[in-house]
Nanobody, 124 residues
Framework: QVQLVESGGGLVQAGGSLRLSCAAS????????MGWFRQAPGKEREFVAA????????VYADSVKGRFTISRDGARNTVDLQMNSLKPDDTALYYC?????????????????WGQGTQVTVSS
C-alpha cells in the first residue's frame, strides 16, 4: 500500500504561480510512474502531467503545456508540480497518483494509488 499526501494548494490571482508537492509513504514507489490529475466541480477527473520512474520522460496535457512543470526527487520520495501563469480554468482539486507500471499513462483508471487532493483556486 502506498499513501500519498499532497500539499501546496491555495488561492492565487490569475497569472500567479503555485507549487504542489506530493509525498509518498514508501520508498518502493521509485520505479513507478507518478501523475497529477485535477477535478473541477461538475467535471470529470482529467490528466494534468506525469513523469516516469527516473524522471526521463514527462507528459503534459495540452492545456498546461508550457506553463506547468512536473519533477520528482527519488531520494525524498516526492513529486512536484510547478504551476505558472495560472488561469481561472485551472481551478480544481488536484490529485497526486501512482501507477505501478513503467508506462506513462494519461488515463486515471491506470493509476493504483491516489492522494486526498489539494485545492487550487485561481481568481480572475
Amino acid at each position: 500500500q502506498v499513501q500519498l499526501v499532497e500539499s501546496g494548494g491555495g488561492l492565487v490571482q490569475a497569472g500567479g504561480s503555485l507549487r504542489l508537492s506530493c509525498a509518498a509513504s514508501t520508498r518502493t514507489f521509485s520505479p513507478y510512474t507518478m501523475g497529477w490529475f485535477r477535478q473541477a466541480p461538475g467535471k470529470e477527473r482529467e490528466f494534468v502531467a506525469a513523469i516516469n520512474w527516473n524522471g526521463g520522460r514527462t507528459v503534459y496535457a495540452d492545456s498546461v503545456k508550457g506553463r506547468f512543470t512536473i519533477s520528482r526527487d527519488g531520494a525524498r520520495n516526492t513529486v512536484d508540480l510547478q504551476m505558472n501563469s495560472l488561469k481561472p480554468d485551472d481551478t480544481a482539486l488536484y490529485y497526486c497518483a501512482v501507477d505501478r507500471r513503467v508506462i506513462v499513462s494519461t488515463t486515471p483508471n491506470d493509476y493504483d494509488f491516489w492522494g486526498q487532493g489539494t485545492q487550487v483556486t485561481v481568481s480572475s
